[in-house]
């Protein structure tokens, strides 16, 4: 297993366990806050009014009493589960001091990894950047060979008399922004080459290649 899936698989055990103890967390916080209203509602308003009712009515205080235990019931699990509250903060607290413990090492390792992918890639770009370059000079011949005998043809044309100069555009052709109507457009600009990598791009951004995607319809 390489570093870098040591890497993710640690990563990913980190996030569920964290992901569990904030569930448990949020279970506990919304349980806390019930029994606080449930609290306060049994002993600002549920446990006076039944005394009061009894006392007004001369009947016993056997509702009162229940309600009582019902307040006592929940006062104490609400004591409770502060209590989990507070261990549950603290196993977060460990766990990510922990994984960070244990990821030094994996992070150095990973660095020396990732320095040495990277190159790798780069040098691929490179590769390609090459590969780019040298067809453009072979191309760049062929274009220079139609261009000279576009000379030597109204070259002849001139001494004929059938034209008064030569005139032959051999300024390499290439539009300022990007079109999808069939022109050329050859420079790549560092802004561009830095989207394409980083991976911020959109598909305006190259769809303009998408006619010559196919080498072979080319001609």
């Given amino acids: ?122 040098s691929k770009m490179m590769y390609y950047k090459k590969q780019f370059i040298d067809s453009m000079i072979e191309e760049g011949e062929k274009l220079k060979e139609l261009t000279s005998l576009d000379y030597k043809i109204q070259e002849i044309l001139v001494q004929a008399g059938r034209k008064n100069g030569v005139f032959v555009d051999s300024n390499v052709k290439s539009t300022a922004t990007n079109t999808n109507d069939g022109r050329t457009y050859l420079p790549l600009s560092l802004t561009e080459c830095q989207r394409f990598v980083s991976g911020n791009y959109t598909e305006s951004d190259y769809k303009y290649l998408k006619p010559f995607n196919s080498l072979k319809d080319l001609g």
């Avoid at 549920?46 to 019931?73: C, F, M, R, W, Y």
């Fill in 1 to 122: 297993m390489t570093v870098r899936h040591q890497v993710e698989s640690f990563i990913e055990e980190y996030n569920n366990k964290l992901s569990d103890l904030y569930g448990r967390l949020q279970d506990t916080t919304e349980r806390i806050e019930y029994l606080q209203l449930e609290v306060k509602m049994l002993q600002e308003v549920e446990i006076p009014e039944a005394s009061a009712s009894a006392v007004l009515n001369g009947t016993d205080e056997s509702h009162v009493n229940k309600l009582k235990k019902q307040h006592q019931k929940y006062n104490d699990e609400l004591e409770m589960k502060k209590e989990v509250l507070l261990v549950i903060n603290h196993a977060i607290k460990q766990h990510q001091i922990k994984a960070g413990e244990k990821l030094v090492e994996l992070d150095r390792l990973y660095r020396q990894e990732k320095s040495i992918q990277e190159k790798k890639h780069y």
